[in-house]
C-alpha cells in the first residue's frame, strides 16, 4: 500500500489502529467520501435508522465490551441529532468516540447547506472535542480522541472532520505516541491516604461499602468483591453500579436511593462510614443531602477530582482509579488485619444483624397476581430466565426502576441503561449495541411502551442485521413514571401521559419479518418469554401489564432517603 492516502482512509487505519471492529452510523453528503473509502474497506458499518441511535448503539456496545464505542453521522441534522446520545454518554461516563462531517473548510461560517456549528453546539455535550483544520493533524487527533474517552474519567469525545479532510490526500505516518501536556490522570492514589482510609475501615462499627459505575467501568468487580468479603461490610451498588458486586453476593444489600430497598437506605442513614467507590453522590441517591448519611464519615475514591466534595464533602479523598485504588486498599487492610479484626467483630456482627431486620421489617418482593400481569412479576420471570447472567438494556421509567430491584445481575456490564440523563428511547439501540459487541449472549430489550415507540424505526435495524435480540414492551398504556408522579403528587391530575394505542405486536413484528406476540393473562406470561428465548431470531414480547401500579419504595422530591413511601396509600378503616 503505497503511503499517499486520503483522509477517508487515515481515518480508516487509524480506527483499525484502535482496534474498533463496527461502527454505527449514518451517511450524508459531506460524509460521501469517508462512505466512498469504506466501500472497499472491511470495517463494519451498521446502519441505523436515526443519528440518536447511533450513539446509543456505541454506548450499548462499550458498556458491553468495556471498549470504546464509534457513531458517525453527516453534518448539521445529522450531527446535532447526536447531542442527546452525547449528553446522555457524559453523564454515565461512557467512552466513546463520535466523527461526524462538516461542510469544507472555506465554507465554514458562511450557513452553507446543512452547516452547524458542531464544535460549538458539542462543547457542552463531550469530555472533549475537535474540528480538524489541517489534515497533517488527523491522525493525531484520531488518536487523542480515542486516548481522551478511555482513560481517566470516560467519556464521550467528538470530532469533526470537513469534507476537504476527508476529501484531501498526504503522506501517512503512523501516530507512535499521545502527548497531552494539560491532560492528567491521578489513577494510583495517595499512599498515605490509602494507608489511613484502611485504619477508618477497620476503626468503623457500621461501615457500608457505596459502590457506582466506576466500579464497571475500572473494571474492579473483583478488588471491590475482595474489600467486602476481607471487611465483611455491607455493601449497595447504585444504578449504574449493579453487577460491580454479584447480586448474589451474600454481602450485596440491593441498590439505594430513590427506588432503592429499605434496607440499603437505611443503612446509609445510619452508617458510620461510607466508602464511596466511583460514585458520584448522585441526587437520586442522596435524597435531601443535608439529611443524607448524617452519622457517616466519608471516604471517597474517585478518578475525577472535579467529584470529590462535589455533593458531599469527603473527610478522606482518594483521587484515583477504582481498581488500582482499591488494589492497594485490600493490601492496606490485610497488613492492618492482625491488629483490628477481632476488635471490630462485634460490632459488626451487630450491624449485620440490624441490617438483616431492616430487610425482613420491609423487604423488595415482587408483587404477582392471577387476575392482571403486574409489572414485578414480569422482572421476576425475565429475572428467572437469565439466571443473573443475561444483557439487559433497559429504556427509562417504571419499567427500569422495577428491573433494577428484581432482576440480578452475577457480573459487570450484564445491566445497561441510561442512569444520568434517562433517555427515553435508549433501550433498543443500546440493546443493538450489546448484542452487536456479545453475539453469543442473550440479550433483552426491556422497553416501555413509551421508550419503545421512539425507538421503533430501529426494528428494521435488528432485521437487516439478524440480530436475536428479545424486546420485551411492559404496557401500561401510559407515560408511566409521569403518571405515577401526577397521580401521588398532582392529585391525580393526569395530563399528556395516556398513551391511548399500540401497534398490534404480530403485525409489526410481521411487518418486519419477525415474531411478535402480545400476552395479557398471567397464566401465559412464563410460556411466552420461554417461546421468545427459544426463538434464534429477534422476537417482540408485548406485555399488557396493570396500568395503574406505581413503583415502591419511593423517597419524593425533597425528601430525605429515609422518608420512604413504602407502599400505596392505605383505605382509612371506618368504624
Given at each position: 500500500?503505497?503511503?499517499?492516502?486520503?483522509?477517508?482512509?487515515?481515518?480508516?487505519?487509524?480506527?483499525?489502529?484502535?482496534?474498533?471492529?463496527?461502527?454505527?452510523?449514518?451517511?450524508?453528503?459531506?460524509?460521501?467520501?469517508?462512505?466512498?473509502?469504506?466501500?472497499?474497506?472491511?470495517?463494519?458499518?451498521?446502519?441505523?435508522?436515526?443519528?440518536?441511535?447511533?450513539?446509543?448503539?456505541?454506548?450499548?456496545?462499550?458498556?458491553a465490551t468495556g471498549k470504546v464505542g464509534v457513531c458517525m453521522a453527516t453534518s448539521g441534522p445529522g450531527a446535532t441529532n447526536l447531542t442527546t446520545g452525547l449528553v446522555n454518554a457524559l453523564m454515565d461516563s461512557t467512552p466513546v468516540v463520535a466523527i461526524t462531517g462538516q461542510v469544507p473548510t472555506r465554507l465554514i461560517g458562511s450557513d452553507a447547506f446543512q452547516e452547524a456549528d458542531t464544535f460549538g453546539i458539542t462543547r457542552s455535550c463531550t469530555k472533549h472535542n475537535f474540528l480538524v483544520k489541517t489534515l497533517a493533524d488527523l491522525p493525531r487527533v484520531i488518536h487523542e480522541a480515542f486516548y481522551l474517552a478511555a482513560t481517566g474519567r470516560p467519556g464521550p469525545v467528538l470530532v469533526d472532520l470537513p469534507k476537504d479532510i476527508l476529501q484531501g490526500q498526504t503522506h501517512y505516518a503512523p501516530v507512535s505516541s499521545?502527548?497531552?501536556?494539560?491532560?492528567?490522570?491521578?489513577?494510583?492514589?495517595?499512599?498515605?491516604?490509602?494507608?489511613?482510609?484502611?485504619?477508618?475501615?477497620?476503626?468503623?462499627?457500621?461501615?457500608?461499602?457505596?459502590?457506582?459505575?466506576?466500579?464497571?467501568?475500572?473494571?474492579?468487580?473483583?478488588?471491590?468483591?475482595?474489600?467486602?468479603?476481607?471487611?465483611?461490610?455491607?455493601?449497595?451498588?447504585?444504578?449504574?453500579?449493579?453487577?460491580?458486586?454479584?447480586?448474589?453476593?451474600?454481602?450485596?444489600?440491593?441498590?439505594?436511593?430513590?427506588?432503592?430497598?429499605?434496607?440499603?437506605?437505611?443503612?446509609?442513614?445510619?452508617?458510620?462510614?461510607?466508602?464511596?467507590?466511583?460514585?458520584?453522590?448522585?441526587?437520586?441517591?442522596?435524597?435531601?443531602?443535608?439529611?443524607?448519611?448524617?452519622?457517616?464519615?466519608?471516604?471517597?475514591?474517585?478518578?475525577?477530582?472535579?467529584?470529590?466534595?462535589?455533593?458531599?464533602?469527603?473527610?478522606?479523598?482518594?483521587?484515583?482509579?477504582?481498581?488500582?485504588?482499591?488494589?492497594?486498599?485490600?493490601?492496606?487492610?490485610?497488613?492492618?488485619?492482625?491488629?483490628?479484626?477481632?476488635?471490630?467483630?462485634?460490632?459488626?456482627?451487630?450491624?449485620?444483624?440490624?441490617?438483616?431486620?431492616?430487610?425482613?421489617?420491609?423487604?423488595?418482593?415482587?408483587?404477582?397476581?392471577?387476575?392482571?400481569?403486574?409489572?414485578?412479576?414480569?422482572?421476576?420471570?425475565?429475572?428467572?430466565?437469565?439466571?443473573?447472567?443475561?444483557?439487559?438494556?433497559?429504556?427509562?421509567?417504571?419499567?427500569?426502576?422495577?428491573?433494577?430491584?428484581?432482576?440480578?445481575?452475577?457480573?459487570?456490564?450484564?445491566?445497561?441503561?441510561?442512569?444520568?440523563?434517562?433517555?427515553?428511547?435508549?433501550?433498543?439501540?443500546?440493546?443493538?449495541?450489546?448484542?452487536?459487541?456479545?453475539?453469543?449472549?442473550?440479550?433483552?430489550?426491556?422497553?416501555?411502551?413509551?421508550?419503545?415507540?421512539?425507538?421503533?424505526?430501529?426494528?428494521?435495524?435488528?432485521?437487516?442485521?439478524?440480530?436475536?435480540?428479545?424486546?420485551?414492551?411492559?404496557?401500561?398504556?401510559?407515560?408511566?413514571?409521569?403518571?405515577?408522579?401526577?397521580?401521588?403528587?398532582?392529585?391525580?391530575?393526569?395530563?399528556?401521559?395516556?398513551?391511548?394505542?399500540?401497534?398490534?405486536?404480530?403485525?409489526?413484528?410481521?411487518?418486519?419479518?419477525?415474531?411478535?406476540?402480545?400476552?395479557?393473562?398471567?397464566?401465559?406470561?412464563?410460556?411466552?418469554?420461554?417461546?421468545?428465548?427459544?426463538?434464534?431470531?429477534?422476537?417482540?414480547?408485548?406485555?399488557?401489564?396493570?396500568?395503574?401500579?406505581?413503583?415502591?419504595?419511593?423517597?419524593?422530591?425533597?425528601?430525605?432517603?429515609?422518608?420512604?413511601?413504602?407502599?400505596?396509600?392505605?383505605?382509612?378503616?371506618?368504624?
Amino acid at each position: 500500500m503505497s503511503n499517499l492516502m486520503s483522509g477517508s482512509q487515515i481515518l480508516l487505519e487509524c480506527l483499525v489502529r484502535e482496534g474498533v471492529e463496527c461502527v454505527f452510523g449514518y451517511p450524508g453528503g459531506v460524509m460521501l467520501p469517508l462512505y466512498d473509502a469504506m466501500y472497499e474497506h472491511p470495517m463494519r458499518h451498521v446502519l441505523v435508522r436515526h443519528e440518536e441511535n447511533a450513539c446509543f448503539a456505541a454506548s450499548g456496545y462499550s458498556m458491553a465490551t468495556g471498549k470504546v464505542g464509534v457513531c458517525m453521522a453527516t453534518s448539521g441534522p445529522g450531527a446535532t441529532n447526536l447531542t442527546t446520545g452525547l449528553v446522555n454518554a457524559l453523564m454515565d461516563s461512557t467512552p466513546v468516540v463520535a466523527i461526524t462531517g462538516q461542510v469544507p473548510t472555506r465554507l465554514i461560517g458562511s450557513d452553507a447547506f446543512q452547516e452547524a456549528d458542531t464544535f460549538g453546539i458539542t462543547r457542552s455535550c463531550t469530555k472533549h472535542n475537535f474540528l480538524v483544520k489541517t489534515l497533517a493533524d488527523l491522525p493525531r487527533v484520531i488518536h487523542e480522541a480515542f486516548y481522551l474517552a478511555a482513560t481517566g474519567r470516560p467519556g464521550p469525545v467528538l470530532v469533526d472532520l470537513p469534507k476537504d479532510i476527508l476529501q484531501g490526500q498526504t503522506h501517512y505516518a503512523p501516530v507512535s505516541s499521545i502527548h497531552l501536556p494539560g491532560y492528567k490522570v491521578y489513577a494510583d492514589g495517595h499512599a498515605g491516604q490509602i494507608r489511613r482510609a484502611a485504619q477508618m475501615m477497620w476503626e468503623a462499627q457500621r461501615p457500608l461499602v457505596y459502590a457506582g459505575g466506576g466500579i464497571v467501568s475500572s473494571n474492579a468487580h473483583n478488588e471491590l468483591r475482595r474489600l467486602v468479603e476481607l471487611l465483611d461490610t455491607p455493601a449497595v451498588c447504585t444504578l449504574m453500579g449493579l453487577g460491580g458486586l454479584p447480586s448474589s453476593h451474600p454481602n450485596f444489600v440491593s441498590m439505594p436511593g430513590m427506588h432503592g430497598s429499605y434496607a440499603a437506605n437505611m443503612g446509609l442513614t445510619h452508617s458510620d462510614l461510607l466508602i464511596a467507590v466511583g460514585t458520584r453522590f448522585d441526587d437520586r441517591v442522596t435524597g435531601r443531602l443535608s439529611a443524607f448519611a448524617p452519622h457517616a464519615k466519608v471516604v471517597h475514591v474517585d478518578i475525577d477530582p472535579s467529584e470529590i466534595g462535589k455533593n458531599r464533602v469527603a473527610d478522606l479523598p482518594i483521587v484515583g482509579d477504582a481498581k488500582r485504588v482499591l488494589v492497594r486498599l485490600v493490601k492496606a487492610l490485610e497488613e492492618l488485619s492482625p491488629q483490628y479484626s477481632s476488635r471490630s467483630a462485634e460490632a459488626r456482627r451487630d450491624w449485620w444483624r440490624q441490617i438483616r431486620d431492616w430487610q425482613t421489617e420491609h423487604p423488595l418482593t415482587p408483587e404477582i397476581s392471577t387476575s392482571e400481569i403486574k409489572p414485578q412479576h414480569v422482572m421476576k420471570e425475565v429475572d428467572r430466565i437469565s439466571g443473573g447472567n443475561a444483557i439487559v438494556c433497559a429504556d427509562v421509567g417504571q419499567h427500569q426502576m422495577w428491573a433494577a430491584q428484581f432482576i440480578r445481575f452475577n457480573g459487570p456490564r450484564l445491566w445497561i441503561n441510561s442512569g444520568g440523563l434517562g433517555s427515553m428511547g435508549f433501550g433498543l439501540p443500546a440493546a443493538i449495541g450489546a448484542q452487536f459487541a456479545c453475539p453469543n449472549k442473550l440479550v433483552f430489550a426491556l422497553v416501555g411502551d413509551g421508550g419503545f415507540q421512539m425507538a421503533l424505526p430501529e426494528l428494521s435495524t435488528v432485521v437487516t442485521n439478524g440480530l436475536p435480540i428479545k424486546i420485551v414492551v411492559v404496557n401500561n398504556g401510559y407515560l408511566g413514571m409521569v403518571r405515577q408522579w401526577q397521580e401521588l403528587f398532582y392529585n391525580n391530575r393526569l395530563c399528556a401521559v395516556t398513551l391511548d394505542s399500540f401497534p398490534d405486536a404480530e403485525k409489526l413484528a410481521g411487518a418486519y419479518g419477525f415474531t411478535g406476540r402480545t400476552v395479557e393473562s398471567p397464566a401465559d406470561l412464563q410460556s411466552a418469554l420461554e417461546e421468545a428465548v427459544a426463538e434464534p431470531a429477534p422476537y417482540l414480547l408485548n406485555i399488557k401489564v396493570c396500568p395503574d401500579e406505581n413503583v415502591y419504595p419511593m423517597v419524593p422530591a425533597g425528601g430525605a432517603i429515609s422518608e420512604m413511601i413504602l407502599g400505596p396509600p392505605q383505605p382509612v378503616a371506618v368504624s
